[in-house]
Structure formats: C-alpha cells, structure tokens
C-alpha cells in the first residue's frame, strides 16, 4: 500500500493549498451532508460526522460551511440533495485496476463522467464484481509524526484493533478492520496522538508496480477523475517506488 498511500498523502497536501481548494471542499461538504443525514447531526453520537467533520477542520474548510452541511443533512435546514453512493469499477493503463466511489443525485451524470474520464485516459471500464475482488474494505488512520516513534503509536493503537502501521516519511498510516476504525481513532484520542483522516478505505491484496512512464499516466487517469464532482475517492492498486515518484515529481 506504501506506494499508493504516498502519493494520496502527497496530492492531499498539495491540494490544501493549490486551485483546486474549492473541489475539495465541495466533497468534504458532501461527506459531512451524508454522514448527517444517514446518523444524525450530533457529532458525539455519529462517528461518521465526527471524522467527516475533523477531516473538513483539517483541510482549512470554513466552520460556516461546516455548520450548514450539517443542517441540510440532518434536515435543520432545507435544500439538501439526496446523494446516493455508487461504485464503478475498471482498469487504468498497465492493467492497474481502479475503483471509483461516487457520491451523486444523478446516477447518469455520474456514469457519463466516469466513463469519459476513463476513455479519454487510457482506462477501461470493467463489469461489476470483476476488479472489487481485489479490494478489501479497512480502516486507514493517517497520524502526523513529529515526535512519534513507531513504538508509541503501535502502543496507542494495538489493542484497539491496529493490524499494522506503515511509514509513509511524514507521516504513519495505521490500518485496522473497517469496523474497528472507530475505537482505533478513539484509542489515538485518549493517548493525545493527533491525526490527520480516519476514513473506510479500499485496500488491493496485490499490487502492480509501476515505472515512472507508467505513473504518469495511471495519475493523469486517476486526476482526471476525481477532477469530477460526481467521484468522491478512487482506489487503484498501484504501487511506486520513492524513486519513481521523485522522477514523476
């Protein structure tokens, strides 16, 4: 997963930052709309929100914006949509195989875009069952390091149910099972270890490695999704080298 996870954590930070700011916060006013509605406005009593929330604190998303998505989700407020959560499965070039997870009110927009982002990028679309297999849903908590030793955070984590920890360079990526999630984030709380996302993720069982030529363009492929609306994550199982990403930039 090292590789992969890299190059997200890296694109995350960039994106805080670059022209596409106001995309991003568009989907994590999203994720925060839905986990309202599907659980309640109480961030105390719906996980969900709470990590939806944190995740939209971290990546400087106004508490305004927060606030109101919140409302329309769990109907304080009128006027929000009805998202519906829809996966598309395919294959990026070198037989990488992508999932995409979108969070639409319009079914048909969302297949056309998803479609032609993959067409116009060298992906192919794939039926329904025949790239998931390889995907396996867990829990993927992204811990700033600064001061934190390896030791301190498997200490925190394990006994809540951590499988592994990961180090991505600036930062750790602790994986448990989807449903355990909750009281790993929970355990990182009570130990005073800050984190950047606790968020259900898609991890491959294997992997393709990619050289450098490959990267680009499974990443223009992959950027060219998530550039729509419609797609909230894509999944791929890629992997890359440090030294690939260093030649890709």
Known sequence: MSGHSKWATTKHKKAVIDARRGKMFAKLIKNIEVAARTGGGDPDGNPTLYDAIQKAKKSSVPNDNIDRAVKRGSGVDAGGADYQTITYEGYAPNGVAVLVECLTDNRNRAATEVRTAMSRNGGTMADPGSVSYLFTRKGVVIVPKG???EDDLLLAVLDAGAEEVNDLG??????????????????????????????????PSMQVSLDAEGAKKVFRLI???????EVQNVYANFDVSDEVMAEVG
Do not use: C, H, K, M
């Open 147 to 149: 001061d934190l030793t």
């Open 223 to 229: 950027d060219a999704l998530e550039d729509s609306d």
């Open 170 to 203: 600036e930062s750790f990526e602790v994986i448990s099972e989807a449903t355990d999630l909750i009281a790993v984030r929970t355990a990182l709380q009570e130990a005073g270890i800050d984190y950047d996302s606790a968020d259900p993720t898609f991890v």
